[in-house]
């Protein structure tokens, strides 16, 4: 049974850079079936795809975030990695990342979450 | 505002059943599977149905799913006060070449 955790900072400053990582466990991230993703959402609002990624290091991303996300994977490590760039309050959100299967085009685990505030 | 469309909340009595709606358009819903998840008050989002109307390994058959052209809908038989929760349906986007959600919709249980 695949297990994802985030890790990263839960504060970050207004026009700064918030970077996540995301270990995967029970499973490689090298695996054909996936791609791996991140998702957010923001206190009391609903879910957004935010990217995802192929372990060959192709990409995938929501067009209205597109300009400020990098997403990557390190096949060595067995985790993937997002970058968000030029924060507002508006990132405020819990951040989950989650595995998402080719075949059946679901997001099948997911990570616990981790809170992410931006504040100046 | 979300790109798939549900209402914001639902309610029944235990026992009763609960449909909750989801609607999409050609490019998500009308072309692809829909998904629906399930998320408990400050938990992760746990997937509950996909390719329309499969249920995972250890989810009730108390949950079902259909689909009908562009739009689709979560069905719970005989509510119980664990269903008590935030559903949102998702689908694969041609357009967006990526996954969609719908806004959410909170179930409560009288």
């Known amino acids: 049974q695949l297990q994802l955790q985030e890790s990263g900072p839960g504060l970050v400053k207004t026009s700064e850079t918030l970077s996540l990582t995301c270990t995967v466990s029970g499973g490689s991230i090298s695996s054909s079936s996936y791609y791996w993703g991140w998702i957010r959402q923001p206190p009391g609002k609903g879910l957004e795809w935010i990217a995802n990624t192929y372990y060959s290091g192709s990409t995938y991303y929501n067009p209205s975030l597109k300009s400020r996300v990098t997403i990557s994977a390190d096949t060595l490590k067995d985790h993937f990695s997002l970058n968000l760039s030029s924060v507002t309050a508006a990132d405020t959100a819990v951040y989950y990342c989650?595995?998402?299967?080719?075949?059946?085009?679901?997001?099948?685990?997911w990570g616990q979450g981790t809170l992410v505030t931006v504040s100046s | 505002q979300s790109v798939l469309t549900q209402p914001p909340s639902a309610s029944g009595t235990p026992g009763q059943r609960v449909s909750i709606s989801c609607s999409g358009s050609?490019?998500?819903?009308?072309?692809?599977?829909v998904n629906w998840y399930q998320q408990l008050p400050g938990t992760a989002p746990k997937l509950l149905i996909y390719s329309n109307n499969q249920r995972p390994s250890g989810v009730p058959d108390r949950f079902s799913g259909s689909k009908s052209g562009t739009s689709a809908s979560l069905a719970i038989s005989g509510l119980q006060s664990e269903d008590e929760a935030d559903y949102y349906c998702a689908a694969w986007d041609d357009s967006l070449h990526g996954p969609v959600f719908g806004g959410g919709t909170k179930v409560t249980v009288l």
């Open positions: 050609s490019s998500n819903i009308g072309t692809n599977t």
């Open positions: 989650a595995n998402y299967d080719r075949q059946r085009l679901v997001f099948d685990s």
